[in-house]
């Protein structure tokens, strides 16, 4: 497709359940980025990878939170054992740029979770 | 440490101008300044980039003064459809940890008709 591709749009999970979401970017984009969004807040940056190499996992908020870029495209950011404050959108952002400091980063819709 | 600081709201009306400042006073040399655009139940959007000076595209433009601890974003003549979450960001090239492109709280335009 022509822009980065989130899935699924909106998960529903109970409280202990562990969840998957998927994020395909660009062709070719070197940089990848995951960010958390609560209601009402900018996004909060969790981590980046370029190409397959995760080279900044501050941003994730517990050791419950993995992600992978495998191939170096498609990523999976993975939450295990959902807790509630884990409710938030999902934002994937892929850039040609290395770390996207400058030129464009280009986001998905996002993956909109509800821990219940 | 907070890297940018924007005002939290601003309120317009249609066809005017709207400036939004952003203070990013521990801007570093290899910082570049990018603004993006989010409305509700969608991804930011890249609205314009500057390094230095004043930078023009076909929505927007962005000045930038010489110590580069602050940045205007202009919306010339904007629309209702202009209503929207504005964020600065500011970052590099060199993808070293800590140092991420970082959202801050953004400001919310509400344009009036």
């Known amino acids: 497709g022509a822009g980065v591709s989130q899935s699924p749009r909106y998960k529903v999970a109970k409280r202990g359940q562990d969840v998957a979401l998927r994020c395909d970017p660009i062709?070719?984009?070197?940089?990848l980025f995951w960010y958390q969004q609560a209601l009402g807040q900018g996004p909060e940056f969790l981590t980046y990878?370029?190409?397959?190499?995760?080279?900044?996992k501050s941003g994730l908020p517990s050791d419950r939170f993995f992600a992978e870029r495998p191939e170096g495209s498609v990523s999976t950011l993975k939450i295990q054992r959902t807790q509630q404050e884990d409710s938030a959108v999902y934002l994937c952002?892929?850039?040609?740029?290395?770390?996207?400091?400058?030129?464009?980063?280009?986001f998905g819709e996002g993956s909109r979770l509800t821990v219940l | 440490l907070a890297k940018t600081t924007q005002p939290i709201s601003m309120d317009s009306y249609e066809g005017q101008e709207v400036n939004i400042t952003c203070s990013h006073n521990?801007?570093?040399?290899?910082?570049?300044i990018t603004w993006y655009q989010q409305f509700p139940s969608q991804g930011p959007r890249f609205i314009i980039q500057?390094?230095?000076t004043k930078v023009t595209n076909e929505v927007a433009s962005l000045f930038i003064p010489a110590d580069r601890k602050s940045s205007t974003l202009s919306l010339p003549r904007v629309s209702l459809s202009d209503t929207a979450v504005y964020y600065c960001?500011?970052?590099?090239?060199?993808?070293?940890?800590?140092?991420?492109?970082?959202f801050g709280g953004g400001t919310r335009l509400m344009v009036k008709p």
């Open positions: 990878f370029q190409n397959e190499a995760q080279l900044d």
């Open positions: 062709s070719g984009h070197v940089s």
């Open positions: 952002a892929s850039s040609l740029e290395i770390a996207g400091g400058s030129g464009e980063l280009f």
């Open positions: 960001l500011v970052g590099d090239n060199f993808g070293n940890a800590g140092n991420m492109l970082t």
């Open positions: 500057g390094y230095k």
């Open positions: 521990n801007i570093a040399t290899n910082d570049y």
